[in-house]
C-alpha cells in the first residue's frame, strides 16, 4: 500500500518522524554523563570539604582564588531556586556559547565560556540532558568576592572583546580525524589552555603561549608547560599513564588540582579519546618555558 493511498499511514510515518527529531533534540543523559566527565564540569561545581562524602556534587561552593578574588562555582543542580531548575535549554546554550546569564548579563571568565563556546550543539544538549538528571539542591550559590574594581559585569564586555571569539569549533581539514578529536578534547571540553597558558594583567590567554606553562596558575601556584617541548621525553605510553593514574614513569605523583583532573577527568576518558588527546598534544607549537622550572 503507497503512503499516497493511505493517509494513515503517511500520519503515522510523520509522526514517527517527529518523535525521532524530538528525542534527539532533547539530548542523550547518558552521553552527556561522558562528557560532563570529560568537561570536568564536578571540580569547579562541587564544595571541598575535609570528607568528600559530604560534598554534594554540582551544587556549587568551590572556591577559585585569582589576582581579582575569589569565585565560587554556583549550584547547576536542577533546584528552581538555589540552581538552575528555571533554565531552558537556550538560556543554558547562551551561557556556554556567549558567556551571558539568563538576564543578559555577562558571565565573568572565570567561567570558561571562552573554551567552552567550542563545543558542539549536540554536545551542549547532551550536557544540558544530563544536568536535568541531577538531584536538586537546595544549596545557594555564593556570591563572588571580587576587588572593587572588578565587580561590575559591565567591564566584561570589554575582555569579551579583547579576548573571546564564539564558537563552536570547526575541525581543521588539514589533520587527521584523530587530531581534530584531541584538538577538541583539549581546547573546547578539557579546557585545559585554561590553565596551562599564561595570562595578561587584564586575565586573557596569551595565546602566543599557548599550553605553555605558567608561575600563576590556579591558586597561584605553578602549571607545568604541555607543549611538546616539555613532553618530548615522555612516550605516549608514560603520558597515557600518568593521565590514568597521576603518576610517573619515575614514580613521582601528582596532587592538589591536577590530581583532581587526573581522577574526575582523564582516567575517565575511553582509551580512543585518551589517544586523541595525546595525538594532539605531539602537533601543537613547541614553545619553552619563560622561566626554568
Known sequence: MSLRKSPAAAGLLLLGLLLAGAALAQGDAQRGLYLSKAAGCIGCHTQETKDPKDAVPYAGGRALKTPFGTFYGPNITPNPVAGIGKWTEADFFRAMREGRRPDGSNYFPAFPYASFTNITDADLRDLWAYLRTL??????????????????????????????????????????????????????????????????????????????????????????????????????????????????????VTAETMAEVVRNTTSQLTPEDLAALIAYLRTVPAIEPEKKP
Open 135 to 252: 538531584p536538586p539542591s537546595g544549596r545557594a550559590s555564593q556570591e563572588h568576592d571580587l576587588g572593587f574594581l572588578y565587580r561590575w559585569r559591565l567591564g566584561v564586555g570589554v575582555w569579551k572583546w579583547l579576548y573571546f571569539t564564539p564558537g563552536p569549533m570547526l575541525p581543521d581539514a588539514q589533520r587527521p580525524a584523530q587530531v581534530n578529536r584531541g584538538r577538541y578534547l583539549v581546547n573546547a571540553l578539557g579546557h585545559c589552555g585554561e590553565c596551562h597558558t599564561p595570562r595578561t594583567a587584564l586575565g586573557g590567554m596569551k595565546r602566543e603561549r599557548f599550553l605553555a606553562g605558567t608561575d600563576k596558575g590556579p591558586e597561584g601556584k605553578g602549571v607545568p608547560n604541555i607543549t611538546p617541548g616539555r613532553l618530548k621525553k615522555w612516550s605516549d605510553a608514560e603520558i597515557r599513564d600518568f593521565l590514568q593514574t597521576g603518576m610517573t614513569s619515575d614514580g613521582d
